[in-house]
């Protein structure tokens, strides 16, 4: 299966809002309400910031939220802050166990 | 706190092996599917293994299938991939992951491995 589709940058000025797509196919986002996003910081591990198309675990401010339509996902940063210049992914289960990740979108803060 | 402390990378020739291992603590290890997941030097991420609470059903990417064999060990709360048939594009950190409903929540720090003569 090849990876789903993310633009491989994005970029927002303090406090605007940005939107990142993932595209993926009808046998993995399309068909499953299993859609991750994670954010990646240089040199550390990546941060669950979503899961389940919507959902947000404890501790991710309410600015981060996602939604799904077809067989694409989106997450949008609101009142963008310095900290969130960082890579982020998307992530589908893809059946059989297997995850599918995005080739993940640089965003900037300018 | 939920903690994944992987170890057992280093630098190996191609056609080599190695070991990495992941020690699992602050969590009931049982409850959880572990999952190994690869990230190339400047790359994204990729998804590697599965493997379900109780060790009797694994998964791999077609990448590594037939090369690499994920197990657990419950009683010692341990994770581990045994990677065979070495080569460059294996060379990646690669993260130990607690996956639930399909999402990756708790991750190690990674373990670099490099795949160089």
């Known amino acids: 299966q090849s990876a789903l589709t993310q633009p491989p940058s994005a970029s927002g000025s303090p406090g605007q809002s940005v939107t990142i797509s993932c595209t993926g196919t009808s046998s993995d986002i399309g068909t499953y309400n299993y859609v991750s996003w994670y954010q990646q910081h240089p040199g550390k591990a990546p941060k669950l910031l979503i899961y389940e198309v919507t959902k947000r675990p404890s501790g991710v401010p309410d600015r981060f939220s996602a939604s799904k339509s077809g067989n694409?996902?989106?997450?949008?940063?609101?009142?963008?802050?310095?900290?969130?210049?960082?890579?982020?992914?998307?992530?589908?289960?893809?059946?059989?166990?297997?995850?599918?990740?995005?080739?993940g979108t640089k965003l900037t803060v300018l | 706190e939920v903690q994944l402390v992987e170890?057992?990378?280093?630098?190996?020739?191609?056609?080599?092996?190695?070991?990495?291992?992941?020690?699992?603590?602050?969590?009931?290890?049982t409850n959880d599917r572990m999952h190994w997941i690869r990230q190339a030097p400047g790359k994204g991420l990729?998804?590697?293994?599965?493997?379900?609470?109780?060790?009797?059903?694994?998964?791999?990417?077609?990448?590594?299938?037939?090369?690499?064999?994920?197990?657990?060990?419950n009683a010692k709360n341990m994770v581990y991939l045994q990677m065979n048939s070495l080569s460059a594009e294996d060379t990646a950190v690669y993260y130990c992951t607690r996956v639930s409903v399909a999402a990756a929540n708790s991750w190690g720090q990674g373990t670099l491995v490099i795949v160089s003569s």
């Open chain 1, 72 to 103: 694409t996902a989106s997450l949008t940063v609101s009142g963008l802050q310095t900290e969130d210049d960082a890579d982020y992914y998307c992530s589908s289960y893809a059946g059989n166990n297997k995850l599918l990740f995005g080739g």
């Open chain 2, 7 to 29: 170890s057992g990378g280093g630098l190996v020739q191609p056609g080599g092996s190695l070991r990495l291992s992941c020690e699992a603590s602050g969590f009931i290890f």
């Open chain 2, 46 to 73: 990729v998804w590697v293994s599965h493997i379900d609470k109780y060790g009797s059903d694994t998964t791999y990417a077609d990448s590594v299938k037939g090369r690499f064999t994920i197990s657990r060990d």
